[in-house]
Every structure is written in structure tokens, then in C-alpha cells.
């Protein structure tokens, strides 16, 4: 019988001290990123467990399912609510988990290992880092930064989102139209600025690099990058955000700007976050289900623990692509004036 893997024996393979590898494969802080990396690589080459886990907790039902997340922001919020709307009736809890911030990559791993098999059945990971599989661990991505891999994944059409956002503005008569741009990580925001690019090719409009600014879903980054596009010589007539916080933002710096939005300015969001119908103006926003994303997400993986579902038995994972739609309000209009 196989000799199981200590973590001494993890230690001496990777050429550091038990206590640097207790760290990483229990996500504290204090070791260099890339020696994290490297103890990560050894214990899944050597296929080492905790030893709650080598003693036959994996084999027992916790009856609780986790949501991980970067961190808690009104996106992570909105798929929460859905993921314990669609454990309502059933026999599982929720347990959300935070990673503490989206720039600590793999983070992901680091938790499921440490989650997995004592507090947790299997997980759903919001804009996870890496969506390889997990070993023993069922685990379905929403949102992953690398698009569909080997683990099942629920995300938008947020390529088509976004042209559904430019065409509106486009419809209106806008020509001369910004874009924030989200976190350059993350496929969704490639998609996103995609769609803005064939908007308005589509249109026959050329995209001005001047009007592309990056603005990491962040409301004082978007601040800023309206500043700076409000401050050219030619202006835009309309911005289209790549979330609803950066199109509040875009609302902050016309608000002290004395630009008047639809006025002067229109703004377009995308998420549809219950914040956006409260703005000033209310915010015209390409609308995805988040909710349903994290419903959906958890009935996957609620498949996947009773063996019914995409990825069981060998099968090839799954991939759903919620649809989006467009929701106008108040922040739209006609341009007053021509670009």
C-alpha cells in the first residue's frame, strides 16, 4: 500500500520549512508569491492532503457548499443572493468566503484545500484565477478570468451586452462615444470593449484610442479617466461604462464638472446592480442576471455532488452563457450637439 504524503515530505521536496509550507496551504500571509507557488506545485505533484482529510473526512457529507469570492463588492453580492435562493428547499447551507482581494492570485486553491472535504461539499468561484480542476473537490466557476476550461463555468454574453450598450447610443445619434474599461485580467472585460470596438465599426465609426480608457471596475478610476475625456478638445457626447460602478463614477465627474447627464453627456453601465435604478439620473445599463448566474452555478454543482450533472461520470464540462439585455432610463438622450 501506498505510503500517504506528510507534509515533511512536502517540505523536503520543495526545500523549505514545514512551517512555510502550513502557510500556503492554509492562505496566510508572509510567503513570497513565488515560494507559495512553488510549495502549491508540490503538493499537488505529490498529491499531498491535510490530515483532516487523509483521515476520511472527504468521505463525509457536510451538507454545505461554499461561494468564494475576491471580495464582497455589489457583483459578488447579487450572485450570493441567487446561489442561496437556489439552496432554498434543499439540505445544503451556504458558507461565502472571501479571498481577500482580487490581486492575490490562486488564491482560490489555497482555500479549497483548506475548506474542502471539513466545512464545504464542493464550490462555486466567482472570477476565479484559475478554473483547472481541483482534486476530490467539485467545483463550478462563474465569471473565470480565462473564459471556459476544464471546470464547468456560468457567465454572460458579454460581448454581445456590450454592442447592445453601444448600438442604444449609437440609435440616439452619438458618435463620439468613450468607453471604461474593466479589469485587464478578466475575459469579460476583453469581451466588453470587443463589443464596444464592433459597435461602432459596424457603424462606421472609427474607435478613438483617446476615448479608451481603463478604469478596473473601480468608481475613482472612472472618475478620473471622465476627467481626462471631458478635458479634451473634442470631447465625447457619450461613455459607456463597462460596469454601473464605473458609470456612477462617470456621474460623480460630470456632477462636479457641470456637465448635465443626458444633456450634455450620456452614460451607459452594464451589471444592472440594484444601485443603478437609484442614481441621478437613474442609469441606462445593459442588464445580466446575476442573481441567475449564481443560481445557476449552484445547480450545477449540486449536479455535480449527486453525480447527475455536466462533468460527471468523465463527461465533457459544461458552459452556460446567460443572455443580456438592455435597460433604458433617465441617463440617455439624443447629443445636443454634433462631434
Do not use: C
Not at 504524503?5 to 508569491?33: L, P
Amino acid at each position: 500500500m501506498r505510503r500517504r504524503v506528510t507534509i515533511t515530505d512536502v517540505a523536503q521536496e520543495a526545500g523549505v520549512s514545514v512551517a512555510t509550507v502550513s502557510k500556503v496551504i492554509n492562505g496566510r500571509d508572509g510567503i513570497a508569491a513565488g515560494t507559495a507557488a512553488h510549495v502549491q506545485q508540490v503538493v499537488e505533484r505529490l498529491g499531498y492532503e491535510s490530515s483532516l482529510v487523509a483521515r476520511g473526512m472527504r468521505s463525509q457529507r457536510t451538507h454545505a457548499v461554499g461561494v468564494l469570492v475576491a471580495e464582497f463588492e455589489p457583483f459578488s453580492t447579487e450572485i450570493l443572493k441567487g446561489a442561496g435562493a437556489a439552496l432554498a428547499g434543499t439540505d445544503y447551507a451556504l458558507l461565502a468566503y472571501t479571498g481577500g482581494g482580487a490581486g492575490r492570485a490562486g488564491w482560490e486553491r489555497r482555500y479549497l484545500s483548506r475548506l474542502s472535504g471539513t466545512l464545504i461539499d464542493g464550490a462555486v468561484l466567482v472570477t476565479p484565477t484559475v478554473v483547472d480542476p481541483v482534486a476530490g473537490v467539485p467545483v463550478v466557476a462563474v465569471d473565470p478570468h480565462a473564459g471556459p476550461g476544464a471546470t464547468p463555468t456560468v457567465d454572460s454574453d458579454n460581448l454581445e451586452g456590450a454592442m447592445l450598450g453601444v448600438r442604444h447610443l449609437l440609435g440616439l445619434g452619438h458618435r463620439r462615444i468613450g468607453f471604461l474599461g474593466g479589469r485587464r485580467d478578466l475575459e469579460s472585460s476583453a469581451l466588453r470593449e470587443a463589443g464596444y470596438v464592433q459597435a461602432l465599426i459596424d457603424a462606421g465609426v472609427t474607435p478613438d484610442p483617446a476615448l479608451l480608457h481603463v478604469a478596473e471596475y473601480r468608481r475613482d478610476a472612472a472618475y478620473e479617466a471622465t476627467a481626462a475625456m471631458l478635458a479634451l478638445p473634442d470631447p465625447p457626447t457619450a461613455v459607456f461604462a463597462a460596469n454601473d460602478v464605473s458609470a456612477m463614477g462617470i456621474l460623480d465627474a460630470a456632477g462636479r464638472l457641470g456637465v448635465r447627464v443626458p444633456d450634455d453627456l450620456s452614460v451607459v453601465g452594464f451589471d444592472d446592480i440594484p444601485e443603478s435604478a437609484s442614481t441621478t439620473p437613474p442609469l441606462t445599463t445593459v442588464r445580466q442576471e446575476i442573481q441567475q448566474l449564481g443560481a445557476v452555478a449552484v445547480r450545477l454543482l449540486l449536479d455535480l455532488l449527486d453525480g447527475s450533472g455536466v462533468g460527471a461520470a468523465g463527461d465533457a464540462p459544461g458552459h452556460v452563457r446567460l443572455p443580456t439585455s438592455l435597460v433604458v432610463r433617465g441617463s440617455t438622450a439624443a447629443p445636443r450637439r454634433t462631434a
